[in-house]
């Protein structure tokens, strides 16, 4: 991770389309290690079906964090709670609190 080819990736992030990222292995091998260090389960429901991984920002300090992403900038969710996020607008409840994670939990059990 870092450069390939002598192009900054901070600075190839600005000029690439984010699906054309998302198919990129650059991502698919960060995804990979992600997931292998969250014990490949979501964060929300501890589910290990169809998992996604989320981006909970695009942005830091008013730079693209494409190919520059942190563990702490994403979040493995099933299919079902990463829908239901999105649905919801509940990424702010995406932190580390687990009284708000298990209350985030419980929410989106009750939503369909």
Same mark, same amino acid.
Not at 34 to 39: A, L, V
Not at 71 to 81: A, E, N, Q
């Given at each position: 991770?870092?450069?390939?080819?002598? %192009?900054?990736?901070?600075? +190839?992030?600005?000029?690439?389309? +984010?699906n054309? +990222? =998302?198919?990129g292995?650059?991502?698919?091998?960060?995804?990979?290690?992600?997931?292998?260090? /969250?014990?490949?389960r979501?964060y929300?429901?501890?589910?290990?079906k169809?998992?996604? /991984?989320?981006?909970?920002?695009?942005?830091?300090?008013?730079?693209?964090?494409?190919?520059?992403?942190?563990?702490?900038?994403?979040? %493995?969710?099933?299919?079902?709670?990463?829908?239901? =996020?999105?649905?919801?607008? %509940?990424?702010?409840? %995406?932190?580390?609190?687990?009284?708000?994670?298990?209350? =985030?939990?419980? +929410? =989106?059990?009750?939503?369909k």
């Open positions: 991770m870092g450069e390939g080819g002598g %192009l900054n990736y901070v600075i +190839y992030a600005k000029m690439v389309n +984010y054309t +990222y =998302l198919q292995n650059y991502w698919k091998e960060r995804r990979k290690i992600f997931r292998n260090k /969250t014990w490949n979501c929300i429901c501890h589910s290990k169809e998992l996604q /991984t989320h981006h909970k920002r695009y942005i830091r300090n008013n730079i693209s964090i494409l190919f520059n992403e942190k563990h702490s900038d994403l979040r %493995l969710l099933c299919k079902i709670c990463h829908f239901k =996020l999105h649905k919801y607008k %509940l990424e702010y409840m %995406l932190i580390g609190n687990k009284i708000k994670r298990r209350w =985030l939990r419980d +929410y =989106l059990k009750k939503l």
